[in-house]
């Protein structure tokens, strides 16, 4: 055999070696996973529907949705109720706010299975009968939109800020409001909207 051959030889059988040594030390470690997988609980898949019941304004609503479905999706897409408005669906302009209790939620980071068992209210759900609730007569009142598109999530977050306790003064107002944007910059006419409804607000 020629130095060649027998180099060629020689390189093969290393690489059968470390092949059979990397192939023998898997084995255990592929063992183990085995076991473990069969042991392990199976995980649900996400997209297969679940039962939910959101009560929302006052209604229980019966719904099978995919588990990741968010309270605003379930809100517009199930339940057909579109005041609450998708914005930059990453919970940094507030146009989706509703209440989930008493606090303000920006419903586009909410779950829908974690807001069942609590009243949800919407835009839709604020008037009485035939009469505006007073925040919404006070944004008619003092202008306090524009193209509108924000103002669902604007009022739904006043109501809150106002039950919180803080619509005391202006300064307070702008603070508790600043995670609602208005790209029409009507900021100053929400103030005042705010300070209108207040006290009938509180006063009920």
Request: with cysteine.
């Amino acid at each position: 055999m020629s130095d060649k051959s027998s180099s060629r030889a020689s390189a093969f059988d290393r690489r059968a070696f470390m092949a059979g040594v990397a192939g023998s030390a898997l084995v255990p470690m592929t063992a183990r996973a085995a076991t473990q997988d069969a042991n392990a609980p199976v995980a649900q898949d996400p997209a297969l529907p679940v039962e939910v019941t959101l009560h929302v304004n006052g209604k229980d609503k019966r719904l099978s949705i995919d588990a990741r479905t968010t309270v605003l999706d379930a809100l517009r897409e199930q339940l057909k109720l579109t005041g609450s408005k998708k914005g930059c669906d990453h919970g940094q302009c507030g146009a989706c706010t509703v209440l989930i209790g008493d606090r303000r939620v920006v419903s586009c980071l909410t779950l829908a299975l974690a807001a069942e068992g609590q009243e949800i209210t919407t835009i839709e759900g604020l008037a009485t009968d035939d009469r505006l609730h007073p925040m919404q007569q006070a944004f008619i009142d003092n202008d306090a939109f524009q193209c509108g598109y924000c103002t669902p999530g604007q009022i739904m977050s006043a109501v809150a800020c106002v039950k919180e306790g803080h619509a005391n003064n202006e300064a307070d107002i702008r603070e508790y409001m600043s995670g609602n944007i208005c790209r029409c910059a009507a900021y100053p006419n929400i103030v005042a909207a705010v300070k209108q409804a207040a006290p009938e607000i509180m006063k009920g």
